[in-house]
C-alpha cells in the first residue's frame, strides 16, 4: 500500500539505524522503503548499505554523484518513481517515528490529498535514545508550512507530474514548490494531528546562509525559478529520477573519485582566470565552447586565483583546522568567484556540461568540468 522514500548522503550511520528502528516497530506493516544513497563517499556508502540490508522491508539504492552538489529532489525522485504501491511518502533519515504515526498517515490518506506532518526538534544535547518519548510537548515543533519532513500523496499523482522539479539543488524550495503543484492539481491538504509524532535528530543547519554550501547567488536563482514555474505543473525531462552508475561518469578519466585528485589526462587542461571583469569572463565561456568534446577544463585552487602554490596550500590547511572547531572556514563561496562562475554554468548552460566534479567544501579546492 506504502513505499517510503528517504534520502541520504555522508551521515552518521547511527542517525540511519535511529530512523530504520523506528521504522521496524511500526504498527503498519504494509509499507517498504527506498533508501537513496546519493553520492555517499564509499566508505560511508558500504556502512550504509549494510545497515539497510539488515531490514526486511528496505532496499538500497546507490546514485554516484560524488562531486555534484546535495539535490534533495533528484535523490527523492529516484525513489518516487519506483514505487508501484498505491501511495508514496517522502521524508527524511533524521526522522525518528512514534510506533503508531505510518498507520495514522495511512488512516488519512486517500486519492484526493496529500498529507503532511510537522516534525519535533530533539535538542542538540539529547541523548535519551533507549527511550524516545512518546510525547512532543517538552519539545519544539516545526511552524506547519514545513511540507518536507513528512509528505504522503497517490503515486499516480507524483508520477503525472514528474516528481519533485530537479532544478533545486543545494538546499529549500522543492518541498514547497511540490505542495504548491499539488494544491493546483486540486489535491487537498491534510495536516496529521499532534498524536502523530515525527522526531527531527539535531544536526548543524546547512541552508543559504551556511558559508562554504552555497554559492552566491545560488538561492537567488531557486526562488525566481519558483515563482516563474508556478503555473507549471508538470516538470523535468522524461528521464526523471534516473540513477547514475559510475561507468557513467565521465568526470572520473579525469579525477579519482575516492580521493577527489586530478589524475594525469591529455585532454585535460588547467584554467587560470578570475572571473572578475567582462573580458575573462568571456575568455571562460570561449574556452569551455571551444573545448572538444569529452575534454575537460579544471582548477585546483584553495582560493583562486592569484595565490602562490605554497599559500594554497596553507589556507587548505588552515580551513581544515578551523572546520574541526565547529567554526566556518576561513575562506567560502564568497570568495571563490572561479567555482560561483562554474556553478552558474550549470544552472544557465547545462547543455554544455557532460559531467563535473566540484569539491565541497569548495575551499579545499578542486573544480572540473566535462565539454558536452
Sequence with gaps: MLTLVVGFRNREIER??????????????????IFVDYGSPTPVATKAKEMVER??????????????????SRA????????????????????????????????????????YCQPTYLPKDFNRWEEIPSSAAEFKKSIQNRHGGFMCLPTRVVHRIRGFDEYYRYWGVEDRDLAHRLTTEGLEPVWLPEQAVMFHQWHPELNYASPDFMPNGAWQRMSIHFEKQKSIVVRNR????????????????????????????????????????????SDLLHRLRQAPSGHALAVEHANYPGHTSWLDAFIRIANRVVRKTGRPPCVDYRGNLLHAFISDCLFDYEEAVADYCLNIPVSDGLTLLVRA
Design 238 to 281: 522524461e528521464d526523471w529520477g534516473a540513477i547514475h552508475q559510475t561507468s557513467q561518469r565521465q568526470a572520473w578519466r579525469f579525477v579519482d573519485p575516492e580521493s577527489l585528485k586530478l589524475v594525469n589526462n591529455d585532454q585535460l587542461v588547467m584554467v587560470d582566470l578570475q572571473p572578475d571583469d567582462q573580458v575573462s569572463v
Design 55 to 72: 531490514y526486511a522491508f528496505a532496499r538500497y539504492v546507490y546514485s554516484d554523484t560524488r562531486g555534484w552538489p546535495w539535490n534533495r
Design 76 to 115: 527523492l525522485n529516484i525513489g518516487v518513481r519506483r514505487a508501484g504501491s498505491d501511495y508514496v511518502a517522502t521524508t527524511d533519515i533524521d526522522m525518528i517515528f512514534d510506533p503508531n504515526f505510518l498507520a495514522m498517515a495511512m488512516e488519512r490518506a486517500r486519492p484526493g490529498g496529500v498529507v
Design 16 to 33: 540511519v539505524r535511529r530512523c530504520l528502528d523506528s521504522l521496524a516497530g511500526q504498527t503498519f506493516k504494509e509499507f517498504t522503503l
